[in-house]
C-alpha cells in the first residue's frame, strides 16, 4: 500500500530540493559571469559559496564588489531572492510542517460502531441535540469534511473523524454496526452518503435533514428512513407563537363558554407586580383572577405556590371573568392581539412564516431589504423609518425571520425600544446566540437547532429532549380528595400548579367563591395548567377527568 503523505510534508520535501538546485544554479552562474565579465575567475566551490551566501543573508567575504553592471544587477536580484526565501520558508514550509507532527492527530478511520449514533457532518440544526447526547452520555461520531470544522469538534471533545466520501467511500464501512444515520449535509451529499451506508450493508434507520421539501421523495426511494425540513418547521413554530388561529393558546377554554377568559399582560419593569411575591399580591382574593404562570426567556414556568416571583419583563398569563381582566389592566400591560402580524425577512423561513400565516387567513405585512412578490414594505427593519410605514406598534406581533443572528440581536432591541409591548418572535441560527436575544429583549427565540432537536431526540432518545413549548389546557375532573376545601384558599392546592378556575353545580357555572364556599362531592370542577400540572393534580388529589362538554349542558 502507497504512503500517502501531509500537504505541508510534501512542501517541506520540495523545499529541500529547491534549496541545493537553487544554490547550484546561481552559483554556476556566478562562476561564469565572474570569469566573462568580471575578469576575476571563481572556483566553483567558492561560488557555490557565494550562493549560499547570498540566499541565506548572511553576509560576503572577499566578494563584496562588482564593476560589470550584468553582475552587479544578477547580485542584487540574488539578494532579494534571499530575502524573499527568508520570509516564505519558515510560516510556509517548516512551521506548518511541525504544526501537523505536534498536533492531536484527527481520527480517518470511524471507531467501532455498536451501539453509537452516527451523523454526517456538523452544522447548526444538529448542535442542541449533540449537546443532549453529551449530556445523557450517549454516545455518537460525526463525520466531518471540512478540515477547520473536525478540528473545532475534536477541540470541544466530540468523536470526530475527517474525510471525504468522494476519495474514499470505504470509510463508512462500520457505519453498519451505527444504531442509527443522520444525514446533516447539503441534499446532494445526503443522497450520496445514503447509497453509500445502504451499499455497506446498514439496515438501520437513517434520517435525513433536507432543505427542499420536494426532495422528501427521493430521498426515502434511495434508502433514507424518514426526511425532514427543519426550517420549514422552525418557519411553522415561529407562525404559530404569533397567532391564535394557527396554535390555540389554551386548550379547552370553549367549555367556559364566555363566562372565563384569558388575557396576557406585560409586567412592566415599574410596575405594582414586577418582582413582587405571587403570595403578596392576593390576585384571587381581591380581583377574582388566577396567574396560570408566566413566559420569560421563552420558557413558561407555571406558578406553583405563593413563593412565585413575578419577573419584570415576563408576560403573565391571567385566567378569569373578562370583567376582573380588565381590572388587571390597572397593574400591567396587556396584550393586543388584534393588528396584522408583522414579519421581517423573506428568506426560506420567512416565506414559510408567510405561507402558514395566509393559509391561516392571518393579515400579515412582510418587510425585506429586496423588492419580491410577497413583500410590502421594502426597507431595513433596523430603520425607524420603516417600522412606522410598517405601523408596527399597531401589529399584534412581529416575527424577525432574519439571515444573521449579528442582525437580528441589533434588531430585537430596536423593535422592543420602539414598541416595547408587542410580542416579538426571533428565529435563531445558531443555539449560543439565543440566551443573546432575549437579553435584548426577545419574548420567544426558536432556533433551527432546537426544532430539529425536538424531531431527532422522538427517533433517538426516549423522550423529546428539547422541548418548543409547554401548552395550557383545560380540564373538566371530579372533585376526588378536594371535597370539603375551599377552591383557591388551600395552599397544597398551589403546589401542583394547575389552578381550579370555575366550579359547575346543579348546572351553574361559578367562577367566584366566598370565604366559606366548600367543594361538594358531586361538583365538576373546571381546571387550568400544562399537561404536567394536570397529571400532576390528578395524582395529588386522585380527580379523574370527566368527558369534555360544555358548562351548563
Not at 468523536?159 to 446533516?184: E, S, T, W, Y
Request: net charge neutral; proline share 5%; hydrophobic share 45%.
Amino acid at each position: 500500500m502507497p504512503i500517502r503523505l501531509k500537504r505541508s510534508t510534501k512542501r517541506l520535501l520540495a523545499l529541500l530540493a529547491l534549496l541545493p538546485a537553487a544554490v547550484f544554479v546561481l552559483g554556476t552562474i556566478y562562476m561564469v559571469g565572474m570569469d566573462q565579465l568580471e575578469g576575476s575567475p571563481r572556483t566553483f566551490l567558492e561560488s557555490l559559496q557565494w550562493a549560499s551566501e547570498t540566499l541565506t543573508t548572511t553576509g560576503y567575504g572577499n566578494d563584496s564588489h562588482w564593476r560589470h553592471p550584468v553582475v552587479a544587477l544578477f547580485v542584487i536580484l540574488g539578494q532579494f531572492l534571499g530575502q524573499f526565501l527568508v520570509f516564505l520558508v519558515f510560516p510556509v514550509f517548516v512551521l506548518p510542517f511541525f504544526e501537523e507532527q505536534f498536533e492531536v492527530r484527527l481520527q480517518h478511520i470511524l471507531p467501532p460502531m455498536e451501539g453509537k449514533v452516527l451523523f454526517y457532518r456538523y452544522g447548526p440544526a444538529i448542535e442542541s441535540l449533540l449537546e443532549e447526547f453529551k449530556r445523557r452520555k450517549s454516545p455518537f461520531v460525526i463525520f466531518e469534511e471540512d478540515l477547520q470544522t473536525a478540528r473545532h469538534l475534536r477541540d470541544r471533545g466530540y468523536n470526530v473523524v475527517f474525510g471525504n466520501l468522494g476519495d474514499d467511500p470505504a470509510v463508512l464501512q462500520r457505519a453498519v454496526k451505527a444504531r442509527a444515520v443522520i444525514m446533516n449535509a447539503g441534499d446532494h451529499a445526503n443522497a450520496t452518503c445514503t447509497l453509500i451506508v445502504r451499499e455497506h450493508g446498514f439496515t438501520g434507520p437513517v434520517y435525513a435533514l433536507a432543505d427542499e421539501p420536494l426532495y422528501r421523495a427521493p430521498m426515502v426511494q434511495i434508502g433514507a428512513t424518514e426526511v425532514f425540513t427543519p426550517a420549514h418547521v422552525l418557519g411553522g413554530a415561529l407562525a404559530s407563537r404569533a397567532s391564535a388561529r394557527i396554535s390555540l393558546p389554551v386548550e379547552g377554554l370553549h367549555l367556559l363558554g364566555a363566562k372565563i377568559g384569558m388575557a396576557e399582560f406585560r409586567i412592566r419593569a415599574g410596575s405594582v407586580l414586577a418582582g413582587q411575591r405571587l403570595g403578596d399580591l392576593h390576585l384571587r382574593q381581591q380581583h377574582g383572577v388566577s396567574v396560570i404562570g408566566q413566559w420569560h426567556g421563552g420558557r413558561f414556568a407555571t406558578a406553583e405556590g405563593f413563593d412565585t416571583m413575578l419577573e419584570p419583563g415576563a408576560i403573565l398569563v391571567v385566567v378569569g371573568a373578562p370583567a376582573n381582566l380588565e381590572k388587571i389592566e390597572r397593574m400591567a400591560m396587556p396584550i393586543r392581539r388584534t393588528g396584522p402580524i408583522v414579519v421581517a425577512g423573506f428568506g426560506t423561513v420567512g416565506a414559510k412564516v408567510v405561507q402558514m400565516l395566509n393559509d391561516a387567513e392571518e393579515p400579515c405585512t412582510v418587510i425585506d431589504r429586496l423588492p419580491a412578490p410577497g413583500v410590502h414594505i421594502v426597507g431595513n427593519v433596523l430603520e425607524l423609518a420603516t417600522l412606522e410605514k410598517a405601523k408596527v406598534r399597531e401589529a399584534s406581533a412581529v416575527i424577525l425571520a432574519l439571515a444573521q443572528d449579528s442582525e437580528a440581536v441589533f434588531a430585537t432591541a430596536v423593535v422592543r425600544d420602539y414598541a416595547p409591548e408587542i410580542p416579538l418572535i426571533v428565529r435563531v441560527n445558531r443555539a449560543h446566540n439565543t440566551e443573546r436575544l432575549y437579553r435584548a429583549g426577545a419574548d420567544f427565540a426558536i432556533s433551527q437547532g432546537q426544532v430539529a432537536g425536538q424531531i431527532l431526540a422522538y427517533h433517538l432518545l426516549d423522550e423529546q429532549a428539547v422541548p418548543v413549548e409547554n401548552r395550557i389546557k383545560f380540564s373538566r375532573m371530579n372533585p376526588g380528595q378536594i371535597t370539603g376545601w375551599h377552591p383557591w384558599r388551600h395552599e397544597v392546592l398551589e403546589r401542583t400548579g394547575a389552578k381550579i378556575i370555575a366550579v359547575e353545580r346543579n348546572g351553574d357555572v361559578l367562577v367566584e367563591f366566598e370565604k366559606d364556599f366548600e367543594v361538594a362531592g358531586d361538583d365538576t370542577l373546571f381546571v387550568c395548567g400544562t399537561a404536567d400540572n394536570l397529571e400532576r393534580f390528578q395524582r395529588e388529589f386522585q380527580a379523574s377527568p370527566q368527558v369534555a362538554r360544555p358548562a351548563g349542558r
